[in-house]
């Protein structure tokens, strides 16, 4: 993580837990007092990976109790395991076959890794497809999902 994202993340923490804040636009206002120019798709995926969630109260980080409730998302190996089929290579890309619903967490999954050789996913009912950003990044993927199902 950049330094300039730990230290806007950390102002987010800091301003929310100081104040109450209704809105995304009412806390891009408080960070621009604070000198800081950010995004509203930039505060989103900051609110998102900070685990905060929007309450009457504002802003607030998500309750431990909420979080046992949503089922987290597998890692990868266990994803896998539990949700691929085949793997059919084309070109730059990777087809992953799943069964009926299984694609979804699977390209969650793969989307975690944060892999540099995967430029995207596009997850369908029960089929993922992996974009990488070459052939040799693809055939370096593919080997290193197989090598995860042993």
Same mark, same amino acid.
């Given at each position: 993580m950049g330094v300039q994202k730990k230290f806007r993340q /950390?102002?987010?923490?800091?301003l929310l837990a100081g104040q109450s804040v *209704?809105?995304?636009?009412?806390? =891009? #206002?408080?960070? /621009?007092? &604070? /000198?800081? =120019?950010?995004?509203? *798709?930039? &505060?989103? #995926?900051?609110l998102r990976e900070l685990r905060l969630v929007k309450t009457v109260e504002g802003y607030r980080p998500l309750a431990a109790a909420a979080a046992a409730e949503s089922a987290p998302l597998p890692a990868l190996p266990r994803a896998l395991k539990e949700f691929l089929l085949d793997i059919r290579p084309a070109q730059n890309m990777l087809v992953l076959k799943t069964p009926p619903g299984g694609a979804q967490p699977l390209a969650a999954a793969v989307d975690a890794e944060h892999w540099k050789e995967v430029a995207g996913t596009l997850a369908g009912d029960d089929t993922v497809l992996l974009i990488c950003s070459s052939r040799g990044a693809g055939h370096t993927v593919h080997k290193r999902l197989?090598?995860?199902l042993r």
């Open positions: /950390g102002q987010i923490m800091k *209704a809105s995304q636009d009412e806390l =891009r #206002r408080q960070l /621009g007092h &604070l /000198g800081m =120019r950010v995004t509203q *798709a930039t &505060l989103s #995926r900051d197989e090598e995860m």
